[in-house]
């Protein structure tokens, strides 16, 4: 019987990613990421120390933007380097913005400068924006997405790091103002996914590009960017899981990370497969602010292995781990607890 083409991608995502060098992962206790920055500078030594035990690092853009003379994406790769010298083993990512202009991305904004032709257009040579307010980049043209692709890699090789985060990269159907024409539309959408295919093809088996959706396609890692406690997100979670993705879960922003984050806790690991990571905080802080990587007291106790898939029965999912911790998530009430072992 021929292979069903949900079947085919399957096993070419395996393939692919079971060749892939991936970020540090165990099961002894829970698998943590971190993605945040400080735009009032670089982080103190004791901070540093502190990013440095999360598996996956992450450093957004407005890295010290409020310094005067400083581009944020040198002190992003700052940042970067900064962790690996503390623990060389920490998966670290440089921050991109997939089409956005963002001009906390001073550098790259200079560049993109000196090829206005390089930024979206309307069939009258008006540059677009998308409905954030941001202009973009044309994907569709293929000098373009070579230059983003070295941009990339650049910051890599400068860090020793090990991968970009590609942010709002599955945005292939975004709309425009003024709006596109048809033809443009699908051609910029279309260099989109082929931004990603292009990008994930020279980092090779190595290095990972992280999107955002499960089951985006090309992408070896995604980020959820708002896992919320509740059934859609388990759901999700579990899908990204299925196809073999390396998987962040991360809290909405609007949840203090310093709060009691059970809830979310239990979500994730109800859903969590080898190679989910469980993240929290905002995405940019002032002065070395420590809720964007508060290292909280449940990270050190003991989890182990699941014993099995979760079970649902009645609305509540159930999963049991090796060291005797129990999980359970009620989908009625969007509750969960969390009994942890020895």
Known sequence: MAMSSWTLFLFSLMVVLCSAKLPMFSWDTLPVFFHSCNVTGLYSEESIKTIAKFQMVTIEKSQSHLVSGVDDEDDMMRVMKMVKDV?????????MPSFKVHPQMSKMTR??????????????????????GYYAFDVSKPDLRQWWKNFCL????????????SDSSQRYNTTFKPPLSPEKEK?????LLELSKEVQQALG?????????????????????????RNSSIVELMLAVEVGQVVQAHVPITQNCCDDITNFEAAFLIG????????????????????????RPEYD??????????????????????????????????????????
């Open 272 to 295: 969590a497969g080898k190679y989910s990571y469980f993240g929290c905080g905002i995405w940019s802080t002032p002065n070395d602010d420590t809720n964007a990587f508060i290292w």
């Open 87 to 95: 623990n060389p083993n920490a998966a670290t990512y440089f921050y």
């Open 301 to 342: 106790k003991p989890l182990g292995a699941p014993n099995g898939p979760a079970t649902y029965k009645n609305g509540v999912w159930r999963r049991e781990f090796s060291r005797g911790t129990t999980v359970e998530f009620d989908t009625s009430t969007n509750t969960g607890t969390i009994k942890w072992g020895t």
């Open 154 to 165: 650049n910051a890599l090789k400068v860090t020793n790091g090990d991968g970009c985060y």
């Open 111 to 132: 560049e993109l400068d000196q090829h206005p032709d390089w930024y979206l257009r309307d069939s009258n040579g008006t540059k677009v924006r998308n409905r954030q």
């Open 205 to 229: 088996d190595d290095r990972l590009l992280i999107g955002k959706v499960a089951n985006q396609s090309y992408v070896k890692a995604v980020q959820i960017e708002y896992f919320y406690a």
């Open 187 to 191: 051609a910029w959408g279309d260099g």
